[in-house]
């Protein structure tokens, strides 16, 4: 993926078509480096993304809706106080660099007119987002401040004058000329791509390789009318944004990646490209990001109850001398009359095998004949009992990783209203402690998915076990079919209807196998039954459940499949 200037002059473009003369009415900043604005233009509400994060840093309009925090950051709050109710005056974009400006104008508390300056700069680890006073160009602040210790070129703190990213010496491409494009590059050292992208500014690596793909091998003149062509195309904004997965791996672009092989996917507009490459990956980092800490937590309880196991094991192996204990216990009964205090051993005859063979007896010379026998004894119920124990406890560390498991399983494609769910259960299974937050917190209802399958019939997916739950033994019917995978943690699937398809029972089971723990895997067993077969155990944990009468089917979770029906909701 590659956010360059040529992304960002099609953004910028976009923006302006749309957003100019419009008015902020709303200002959130919804995670750590995102900003988002809501803007009335034109008789409609736009949400305008503005990120500045180390990895998915970008500019766009957007459908997503985000979850704020209960307090707004104080950067948040800065920008509502300056900007709310102002008026797009322009959007600019820095000739072909990644850095956007957006002019706008509105009230102070005396009610003047002041002209305020936002300006985005798209730069990576860099990024940032700053908001300028353009009369006199100091920095009010910035979304990541930056110190003299940080960078000695310049600084980003309030009342400090802005200075631009450092010049890296490069051109505009769309001012290149035939000459001086033809003398930039060295046909003798070869990867022209590589230095189209060193020479000029805004021009990523993807339509590099594009403009080259078109030319002939080795023909200047072809390469620099395939360079013309993608110029003339920026100046007329003429843009063609599309998302490509090749070799697993999506990428956009402003332009038809034809050099690629792959899956090739066309989008109207750059805002509507970016919105469906980003908003999934957005959503996981800030999920993963809040997740973090949780998940190494319940990761090591699994690796905990995993060595436990095996010393238990190892317990139990030890244990098979019980049986030995008793057997010298009973000896040593029968043949008292033969042994003397202070004896270290007897040799007695075992009369529990069949053979009659001889054995020997190790002895403690302190005790009596009679206290060595009850020795032995005491030793068989020790190791008895301990051996029941340790079965007891080797269980509940199984049943207790299926259900770490199963959290986990859960976690790796929740949102973050579900993530809060899997804490608010955690809490009370006793697994995390309680959190203390400020304010009044509201507790989400567990509210299943639904979706629905290609001939219409609902499908209800529950995403955490809260949601399993509720959905399995509230909101389903007795006579509606019930899916989970065999054996493997994960999702509670209901199908809403008395009579299911062939293909529905599939679609359900491929939802059941991509929502659990082998989503990665080939030929999962999804298991179903009705209802009314389902049952939860008094006692048990959240979600677990035993069911009869249930029949087996396999499927393999289809990636495409799976998103066209998680695309019908």
Not at 41 to 65: D, E, F, I, Q, W
Not at 289 to 312: P, S, W
Not at 399 to 412: C, T
Request: proline share 4%.
């Amino acid at each position: 993926m590659s956010f360059d200037g040529t992304v960002t002059r099609a953004v910028v473009h976009e923006l302006h078509n749309e957003l100019t003369s419009g008015r902020i009415t709303k200002i959130y900043q919804p995670s750590q480096w995102e900003i988002v604005f809501t803007i009335r233009a034109k008789g409609k509400n736009h949400r305008l993304m503005l990120s500045c994060h180390p990895v998915y840093a970008r500019v766009h309009l957007t459908t997503a809706t985000y979850e704020n925090p209960a307090e707004p950051p104080m950067f948040c709050m800065l920008l509502r106080k300056q900007l709310e109710g102002g008026i797009i005056e322009r959007i600019e974009q820095v000739e072909m660099e990644r850095i956007i400006h957006l002019w706008m104008k509105g009230k102070n508390e005396l009610g003047d007119i002041v002209e305020r300056k936002l300006v985005i700069e798209v730069m990576g680890r860099h990024s940032n987002i700053i908001l300028l006073d353009p009369a006199t160009d100091k920095v009010i602040d910035g979304l990541r401040r930056v110190g003299f210790q940080t960078s000695q070129y310049r600084q980003v703190l309030p009342g400090v004058t802005y200075l631009s990213p450092p010049d890296q010496g490069k051109s505009n491409p769309l001012t290149a000329q035939h000459d001086s494009f033809i003398a930039s590059l060295d046909y003798n050292a070869g990867q022209l791509s590589r230095q189209m992208v060193t020479q000029y500014m805004g021009l990523g690596p993807l339509p590099a390789e594009e403009i080259l793909s078109k030319a002939k091998l080795g023909d200047r003149q072809s390469l620099w009318d395939s360079f013309y062509h993608w110029q003339q195309d920026m100046l007329a904004h003429h843009y063609q944004p599309e998302i490509v997965i090749s070799k697993n791996r999506p990428q956009f672009a402003s332009i038809p990646l034809t050099h690629l092989k792959g899956d090739h996917r066309s989008f109207a507009t750059m805002s509507l490209c970016l919105d469906a490459f980003f908003t999934d990956k957005a959503e996981r980092d800030r999920v993963g990001q809040q997740t973090q800490a949780l998940v190494q937590k319940l990761h090591r309880e699994v690796e905990k109850n995993k060595r436990k196991i095996k010393i238990l094991q190892k317990e139990i192996a030890n244990s098979s001398k019980a049986e030995t204990s008793r057997l010298y216990g009973e000896l040593l009964t029968t043949y008292l009359h033969q042994i003397k205090r202070g004896d270290k051993s007897v040799t007695v005859v075992n009369y529990y095998d069949e053979t009659e063979k001889e054995i020997t007896i190790p002895l403690n010379p302190t005790l009596s004949p009679n206290e060595n026998a009850q020795r032995y004894f005491k030793k068989y119920q020790k190791l008895k009992a301990g051996k029941h124990y340790n079965e007891e406890q080797i269980q509940i560390a199984i049943e207790e990783n299926h259900y770490l498991e199963s959290v986990l399983s859960q976690i790796a494609l929740a949102n973050l209203a579900e993530i809060e769910q899997i804490r608010e259960e955690l809490t009370e299974e006793g697994w995390i402690k309680k959190q203390i937050r400020k304010g009044r917190q509201k507790s989400s209802q567990p509210t299943p998915s639904t979706y629905t399958a290609s001939d219409g019939t609902t499908i209800l997916v529950g995403k955490n076990n809260k949601q399993n739950d509720r959905l399995t033994h509230q909101v389903a019917k007795k006579t509606d079919t019930w899916l989970h995978t065999k054996d493997i943690p994960g999702s509670h699937v209901v199908i809403r209807s008395d009579h299911v398809s062939e293909n529905t029972l599939i679609e359900a089971a491929m939802l059941a196998a991509y929502y659990s723990k082998a989503r990665e895997s080939s030929q999962v067993p999804v298991d179903y039954t009705l209802v009314k077969h389902v049952k939860k155990p008094s006692g048990a944990r959240p979600g677990f459940v035993i069911y009869v009468e249930q029949k087996t089917l396999y499927v393999t979770p289809d990636d495409q499949k799976v998103k066209q029906i998680l695309n019908n909701k």
